[in-house]
């Protein structure tokens, strides 16, 4: 994916906020950090990080490529290959260099405000997502199951168990895992 430089500097601000943040919940704990120290730390002023992130909970759900500027899910969601669409986010999101993306999640299952924030942006996710599938052509129902399969799921799912198993694969390795779970699973009465 080619950047531009404005795109590249916001990335690269938004991901040392992101770290410090991290950086300072690690040191002293979730609650005893606020925004200001988190601002301060960065680097920038209160209000940047209000544009950024709206609130603490949004440095967990705040996708930073849509904060500088470019929107992965109509670019690289492709609603006919959803395996393969994941696949190419999380290498997408693996590649940035000196950033793990997926550093805070320790704070995603342990606090449980930042879990409900993700729980919400996960919610918007697999409506964005159900939007496209039922336009494809897919009934309401279809739509919602298989979106939210993906994102709680898959998505989701794959994450903690990565997480709880001490990131000792790669992401990715979980991802495939549950998306051969899924296409397991067969319709009540088919025998194949």
Known sequence: MSLTLRQRNRLSAIHQIMDTAMDLFDERGYNAVTIDEIAAASGVSPRTFYRYFGTKEGLFTTDPFAAAGLDLHSTQLDPDDL??????????LSESPGHSPWRGMRYVLEEPAVRAAVYGSLDEAAERL???????????????VVARAFWFGVYFGSLEQWHLEGRSRPLLD???EGMSALTAVKPPGDSR
């Not at 159900?130 to 739509?143: I, K």
């Open 83 to 92: 395996p393969g669409s994941l696949e190419r986010l999380i290498s997408l």
């Open 130 to 144: 159900a939007a496209r599938l039922r336009e494809r052509g897919d009934s309401p129902a279809q739509a919602r």
């Open 174 to 176: 979980y991802v495939l």
